[in-house]
């Protein structure tokens, strides 16, 4: 039910739904508010209120940084109060990074931050970000019988579907519907009512003050398996200076060649405190190690299990674990749990 005293405060980043084509080059450029505004006399007509902050010069999400998501981060500290929700307007290529972050910045959170953009400029007669800014408005502004946010989360609205935000991926380049959220349901479906999946949907601890968590640590890497990747690389990747958590993007159910070489980098990792997160290359489905040799070696040997979590969640998780100063240990046992709804362990 929507609230008509709700406040909602509509966060402009940037990302194709504000761009412009530059007549000279061709390409698509971050244009500024006034011009969005202009696109959309639509939100005018919602019946409910919506404020702006903008961001100045907007960007293209290809360049969105740790000091950017620490803007966000403060932007909804700063105006937490006094909103019933936040819409975060953002390119969709590092959509489902800056969402899987913001998850963990954000802790017991009770209201809607919602991201949404688009793949067609605001301006484009087919554009497909005016439903997308709509309805994303209204489930921010949603409301429950007693009065609490419907989908007090951190999600991506696009295309018709609410995502929980620490789940989804950007699956198409050029599509309308560019996010999944493979392993888990949605958490609604715009149709002609606005269906709720309200069991999927995360319930906060009232009691816990919501909190903003600002540091991030930025010595993580992201080491993807393919056959005939060579000893130099894999090297390189698990002996940088200062690394602290690796995502290992392996095979299936979480396998990775097991030749002595490849053990013996990981383990030397392991041994130098570095975590290694088992996350797997699959779209769907969860990483098992025990299922075959080659897995269970990795396990042996200290890797510990992503579960069914995306690389952009396990990435964020490990940066916000070690930015708010957990050891290497406390990291390895809280990669294994559901912090946000990130993953799902099985029994
Ligand atoms: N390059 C754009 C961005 O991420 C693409 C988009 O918004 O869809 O900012």
Same mark, same amino acid.
């Given at each position: 039910?929507?609230?008509?005293?709700?406040?909602?405060?509509?966060?402009?980043?940037?990302?194709?739904?504000?761009?412009?084509?530059?007549?000279?080059?061709?390409?698509?450029?971050?244009?500024?508010?006034?011009?969005?505004?202009?696109?959309?006399?639509?939100?005018?007509?919602?019946?409910?209120?919506?404020?702006?902050?903008?961001?100045?010069?907007?960007?293209?999400?290809s360049?969105?940084?740790?000091a950017?998501?620490?803007?966000?981060?403060?932007?909804?500290?700063?105006?937490?109060?006094?909103?019933?929700?936040?819409?975060?307007?953002?390119?969709?290529?590092?959509?489902?990074?800056?969402?899987?972050v913001?998850?963990?910045?954000?802790?017991?959170?009770?209201?809607?931050?919602?991201?949404?953009?688009?793949?067609?400029?605001?301006?484009?007669?087919?554009?497909?970000?005016?439903?997308?800014?709509?309805?994303?408005?209204?489930?921010?502004?949603?409301?429950?019988e007693?009065?609490?946010?419907?989908?007090?989360?951190?999600?991506?609205?696009?295309?018709?579907?609410?995502?929980?935000?620490?789940?989804?991926?950007? $699956?198409?380049?050029?599509?309308?519907?560019?996010?999944? #959220? &493979?392993?888990? *349901?949605c958490?609604? /479906?715009?149709?002609? +009512?606005?269906?709720?999946?309200?069991s999927?949907?995360?319930?906060?601890?009232?009691?816990?003050?919501?909190?903003?968590?600002?540091?991030?640590?930025?010595?993580?890497?992201?080491?993807?398996?393919?056959?005939?990747?060579?000893?130099?690389?894999?090297?390189?990747?698990?002996?940088?200076?200062?690394?602290?958590? $690796?995502?290992?993007?392996?095979?299936?159910t979480?396998? #990775? &060649?097991?030749? *002595?070489?490849?053990? /013996?980098?990981?383990? +030397?990792?392991?041994?130098?405190?570095?975590?290694?997160?088992?996350?797997?290359?699959?779209?769907?489905?969860?990483?098992?190690?025990?299922?075959?040799?080659?897995?269970?070696?990795?396990?042996?040997?200290?890797?510990?299990?992503?579960?069914?979590?995306?690389?952009?969640?396990?990435?964020?998780?490990?940066?916000?674990?070690?930015?708010?100063?957990?050891?290497?240990?406390?990291?390895?046992?809280?990669?294994?749990?559901?912090?946000?709804?990130?993953?799902?362990?099985?029994?």
């Open positions: 039910m929507i609230d008509t005293n709700a406040n909602v405060l509509l966060i402009y980043t940037g990302g194709t739904i504000g761009m412009v084509e530059n007549p000279e080059s061709g390409a698509l450029e971050p244009f500024n508010f006034s011009h969005l505004r202009s696109n959309m006399p639509e939100i005018k007509r919602l019946n409910f209120n919506v404020e702006t902050y903008l961001f100045d010069p907007p960007f293209d999400s360049d969105v940084s740790i950017i998501w620490r803007h966000m981060v403060n932007v909804i500290e700063v105006n937490y109060e006094r909103y019933d929700g936040f819409v975060i307007l953002h390119g969709t290529d590092t959509m489902a990074y800056t969402a899987s913001l998850s963990f910045m954000l802790e017991n959170l009770t209201k809607p931050v919602i991201l949404t953009g688009s793949q067609l400029p605001i301006g484009k007669l087919r554009t497909d970000g005016k439903e997308n800014l709509i309805t994303a408005l209204e489930i921010a502004a949603d409301k429950d007693k009065g609490g946010a419907v989908v007090p989360e951190l999600c991506i609205y696009m295309q018709k579907l609410l995502m929980r935000g620490n789940r989804t991926t950007k $699956v198409n380049a050029d599509h309308f519907s560019a996010f999944r #959220s &493979p392993n888990y *349901p958490l609604a /479906e715009a149709g002609l +009512d606005i269906r709720y999946n309200n999927s949907i995360l319930q906060p601890e009232t009691e816990l003050p919501v909190r903003f968590n600002y540091e991030l640590d930025r010595n993580m890497v992201v080491l993807k398996l393919f056959p005939g990747i060579s000893r130099e690389v894999v090297r390189a990747h698990l002996t940088i200076p200062g690394v602290r958590g $690796v995502v290992l993007e392996t095979y299936g979480g396998n #990775s &060649p097991i030749n *002595p070489w490849f053990m /013996e980098l990981v383990r +030397d990792a392991v041994e130098r405190r570095v975590v290694v997160v088992n996350v797997t290359q699959c779209l769907y489905g969860s990483v098992m190690m025990h299922r075959y040799e080659n897995g269970q070696r990795l396990e042996k040997i200290g890797v510990i299990s992503g579960h069914d979590i995306t690389t952009e969640a396990a990435l964020g998780k490990l940066m916000a674990l070690f930015g708010k100063g957990c050891t290497p240990e406390e990291v390895k046992q809280l990669m294994q749990y559901s912090l946000r709804g990130e993953l799902t362990v099985k029994g």
